[in-house]
Each structure stands twice: as C-alpha cells, then as structure tokens.
C-alpha cells in the first residue's frame, strides 16, 4: 500500500563552500570594529584605607587635585554636542551632567551617536565618539583580548 520513497541523492553539504571560501579568503585577524566595553560595577570609588591615609596626611593642600574619571568622561561627553542644539540634545546634555557613574555615561552612548550621525553623518560621529571611547574599556566583539596585530593591522614579529 505504502512504499518507502527512494534514498535521495544530496549534494554535496553547504559546507564545502564555506571551507572553499575560508581556504582562498583567510580571515583577517583584525576585528572590523572594536567593542567598548560598560566599565566596571565595583572598584570605582577609592579604597577605604586610602581615602583614610590621604585624610590623615597633614598637608593635602599643597597637592594638586585629581580631577575624577567621572568629570572627564562628562566634560568630553558634552564637547561633542557643544556646536547645536535640540529638544533631546538638551535633554542627553542633561542626562550626562548628572550621570552618577562611568556606567551611566556608557549607557547614554548609543543615543549620543544617534543625535550626532542624524545632525552631521557617520564619520563625523565616529570621530567625535572615540573622543568619548577613551574613558572606556576596549575590546573585541568576540570577547578576545586586543593584541598587537589587532591594534596596528599587522604583526610586528612577522616582519623581522
């Protein structure tokens, strides 16, 4: 009544072409972009011990003050939207003048991208935005360490 359906003949599988393609075209050993990374949740703030030391000192006058990571991730964040002005320019300058953490300022990063690319273009964000990276960690989409290579597009022990 019923009849088995005859085997079928596959093709080769698909990936023989991706192992052709990966033969004649090696991967770049360069990520195509470079991931910034959130800063850490903890460890920001100044240990206890030596908040207490630099308390205790008798002259913390006479040594210049620190300006926070926090107050230069911020002076940044607002010079690359110093030259207009919008409804949510206003409001981001805002968000970032009172951000509380690294984190915080990290979060407001796409947004300021977006407002940046829709006023001028691309490149003029990414220029503005690795001013504003810099506070940053960095690494690679995959989680990889950056190395050498991956920092200047090729191996420096290669060429000796």
């Not at 240990?47 to 210049?64: K, Q």
């Not at 030259?83 to 407001?108: P, Q, T, V």
């Not at 300021?112 to 960095?138: G, K, S, W």
Request: with cysteine; net charge positive.
């Amino acid at each position: 009544m019923f009849s088995t359906p005859p085997p079928r003949r596959h093709a080769k599988p698909a990936r023989w072409w991706s192992a052709w393609w990966r033969k004649r075209h090696p991967r770049d050993a360069r990520p195509s972009r470079l991931e910034v990374k959130p800063p850490a949740l903890w460890g920001q703030a100044e240990p206890v011990w030596l908040a207490l030391w630099h308390w205790l000192r008798e002259d913390p006058a006479t040594e210049p003050m620190e300006v926070p990571r926090l107050e230069l991730a911020r002076q940044d964040f607002c010079a690359a939207l110093n030259d207009f002005r919008s409804e949510d320019a206003e409001d981001l300058l805002y968000r970032a003048k009172h951000a509380r953490s690294l984190r915080e300022l990290w979060h407001l990063r796409a947004e300021l991208y977006h407002l940046i690319a829709c006023r001028f273009n691309q490149h003029e964000a990414d220029r503005r935005m690795a001013t504003v990276n810099q506070h940053f960690p960095v690494g690679t989409p995959g989680g990889r360490p950056l190395t050498t290579r991956d920092a200047h597009g090729h191996d420096h022990l290669a060429e000796r």
